[in-house]
């Protein structure tokens, strides 16, 4: 396991590289039982061919952050290259996968990556680009990393235009909240984020777990959170609120940047909204 080079920063945003360096530095994971953790890379990962990666298949992990997917990913590859920008998040990440002899940790920008182009043979990118200035020209630096035929597993934020007007308000005000709560210092960040998490993603997730145990079947905002630890809230009040830079994207809009970044065969997963596997064309 190599120590982290250099950081490069070109097509990354600086505040929202330090916003995440320090909430996975604050929020490192150790708290969450391996089991709620392997279950949900399960659902990340559910569409990902791992048959046909070959046996001694190098890979790389677009933003590691605390490396929660690399921890599942390393023990089935030969290889795993681990790139993020934010320092103190590869810290977090090498700590928790120093027994994993085949990950190498880059600490740089992913349009920084220094890995070969067409030497890898598979990689991913979750809940990453959508935080970055040009997510398109990001994805295609990870395309131009790939081997033809190589897989690429990549989760964007979705808009929620599926979602009914009333939804769509509320999350609006949410988005205006951001950007007031994500210019405070990050103890105070993390203080208001702490009472967001108590005061509406706990009742209202709760609230959708007694709704669950009384037979009544209603998606509402948050219910997705109704079995998740009070931890796993505060992570994502944090992530949610205090992000700097976030943008969201159709199903059609993540087709269209993957087939022009090169990647062919696209299928989204039956779980989380917009999990999508591509493959690289063979020019």
Not at 63 to 73: H, I, L, N, S
Not at 102 to 118: E, G, H, Y
Not at 210 to 235: A, M, V
Request: aromatic share 10%; net charge positive; glycine share 6%.
């Amino acid at each position: 396991m190599n120590a982290p080079r250099e950081v490069q920063q070109s097509n990354a945003d600086v505040n929202t590289v330090r916003h995440f360096g320090d909430e996975w530095a604050a929020f490192t994971g150790d708290a969450r039982p391996k089991a709620d953790m392997e279950a949900e890379f399960n659902v990340f990962f559910n569409n990902f061919p791992w048959q046909a990666l070959p046996q001694d298949a190098e890979g790389f992990d677009a933003g590691c952050g605390t490396g929660r997917w690399a921890a599942f990913v390393a023990p089935r590859v030969k290889r795993l290259n681990c790139i993020d920008p934010a320092a103190k998040a590869l810290a977090v990440a090498q700590r928790k996968l120093q027994s994993d002899t085949n990950v190498r940790f880059f600490n740089t920008s992913i349009n920084d990556m220094p890995l070969t182009n067409a030497s890898q043979d598979f990689g991913y990118c979750l809940g990453v680009l959508h935080h970055i200035p040009d997510t398109e020209k990001a994805l295609q630096t990870c395309v131009d990393k790939l081997k033809p035929g190589a897989p690429f597993l990549l989760y964007l934020y979705p808009k929620l235009d599926y979602r009914p007007l009333w939804w769509r308000c509320l999350d609006q005000v949410a988005n205006g909240l951001r950007h007031l709560i994500c210019r405070l210092p990050h103890p105070v960040k993390i203080r208001v984020t702490d009472a967001l998490a108590c005061l509406v993603y706990w009742p209202i997730s709760r609230l959708s777990l007694l709704l669950e145990k009384l037979g009544i079947s209603i998606n509402i905002p948050l219910s997705s959170f109704k079995h998740r630890s009070f931890y796993d809230l505060r992570t994502n009040a944090l992530d949610t609120f205090g992000t700097p830079l976030e943008k969201r994207f159709s199903q059609a809009e993540i087709t269209q940047m993957m087939t022009s970044s090169g990647l062919e065969r696209i299928s989204f997963g039956s779980g989380i909204k917009w999990v999508a596997v591509g493959y690289k064309k063979d020019r």
